[in-house]
């Protein structure tokens, strides 16, 4: 048992890219004695020119590394594109892809690695030993597993194209019919994930895409039946408030999913956990408790109808002390849940 003054040792989150990774700026402010363990999304990544690029973790490194571009939220502070524009000059496909100069240097060493043999892990680790991030960052898997989405072209017929494509060239334009990650079958947790996500005290889903970001993540096989069966409450914060993303085009991935773009859908979408469930009860999902924003305060009891405690907070990361707030506020609704049990 934890005393409440004495906040969890160990918490483990799972993080796409920037309302992950702005979350756990909070999440540190927060709990500043812990250790943090980060499983990031790679299902965003892509051979680009080369290069293996991985989006999320890059975005999550940078962010806690003070790197990040703060006007952009990806890529590097007072960042050029010199070789991106001499690649367009070569005509050189893909022109949508922002590649910056120094981004390319994180690439370069990235792909040197993973050429020598290397696991991504192995190369993460090594990459963070300069950012000094503050948390142990684990990506899903090492094995590539890439989220792909289904579209009627704009070429004709219907096919699946890279998410990337998808979310950046298309800016979630096409309709999706589909959302898939490629690969997934064959993936297997990074070492370390699925031990980062049981023994933890707390585990944390913070305000991520629900689809491609923790939804690329649970499908990776073993991360979702460990999110059910570890004995830390697992709490969620939500990304969608007052019925809309708060950036980004989660709305479009909601609905490839069948899924309502509302704080009360997304918890519905996770499902509650077996152990607040009266003994008897058929959930099978992986949260116990989910913070919604004071926008969408009615959602609450509908939420915890499904088992879920749920609490109405502020859940704009307008700054870091806003940010900070709602990382206090998962851990308190985890430390009471831990209580209760
Ligand atoms: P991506 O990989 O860069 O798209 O980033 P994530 O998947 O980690 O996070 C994207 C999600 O963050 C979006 O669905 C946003 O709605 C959510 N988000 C961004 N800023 C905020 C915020 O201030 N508050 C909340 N609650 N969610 C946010
Ligand atoms: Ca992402």
Redesign the pocket.
């Known amino acids: 048992m934890h005393p409440t003054s004495m906040g969890p040792r160990r918490i483990t989150a799972l993080?796409?890219?920037?309302?992950?990774?702005?979350?756990l700026r909070g999440l540190i402010a927060a709990a500043p004695e812990a250790d943090i363990t980060v499983i990031g999304?790679t299902g965003?990544d892509i051979w680009i020119h080369g290069l293996r690029v991985c989006?999320?973790l890059d975005?999550v490194m940078y962010t806690l590394g003070g790197g990040i571009s703060q006007e952009r939220?990806?890529g590097r502070e007072d960042e050029t594109f010199t070789v991106k524009d001499e690649l367009a000059a070569y005509g050189v496909e893909p022109t949508w892809f922002g590649l910056g100069d120094r981004d390319i240097a994180t690439h370069l060493v990235r792909t040197q690695m993973l050429n020598a043999g290397y696991p991504l892990s192995a190369v993460t680790e090594a990459l963070c030993t300069r950012w000094e991030t503050g948390v142990r960052l684990l990506p899903m898997t090492d094995e590539r597993a890439e989220t792909h989405v289904v579209v009627d072209h704009p070429d004709g017929g219907r096919r699946a194209i890279h998410f990337q494509e998808w979310w950046v060239r298309y800016q979630a334009s096409l309709t999706a019919h589909a959302i898939v990650l490629v690969g997934a079958d064959d993936a297997k947790p990074a070492p370390g994930v699925v031990e980062a996500i049981e023994q933890a005290d707390v585990v944390i889903l913070?305000?991520?895409?629900?689809v491609?970001?923790?939804g690329t993540i649970l499908q990776v096989p073993g991360i979702r039946e460990s999110l059910s069966r570890t004995p830390a409450p697992v709490i969620g914060?939500?990304?969608?408030?007052g019925g809309?993303?708060?950036?980004?085009m989660?709305d479009a991935c909601l609905s490839a999913i069948g899924v309502d773009t509302a704080a009360g859908a997304v918890a519905a979408h996770y499902g509650a956990r077996r152990t607040l469930i009266p003994a008897g009860g058929a959930a099978d999902g992986i949260l116990d408790g989910w913070l919604i924003?004071t926008a969408d305060a009615e959602a609450a009891s509908a939420v915890r109808a499904l088992g879920i405690a749920c609490e109405v907070r502020p859940?704009?990361?307008?700054d870091l002390e806003a940010?900070t707030a709602?990382a206090s506020a998962a851990l308190s609704l985890a430390s009471g849940l831990r209580q209760q049990a």
Request: glycine residues 14%; neutral net charge.
């Open positions: 993080a796409g890219g920037i309302g992950g990774a702005r979350f999304n965003d989006p999320d975005t939220g990806w913070p305000p991520s895409n629900p491609v970001s923790i914060v939500s990304p969608i408030v809309r993303p708060v950036r980004g989660a924003d859940l704009l990361m307008t940010t709602m």
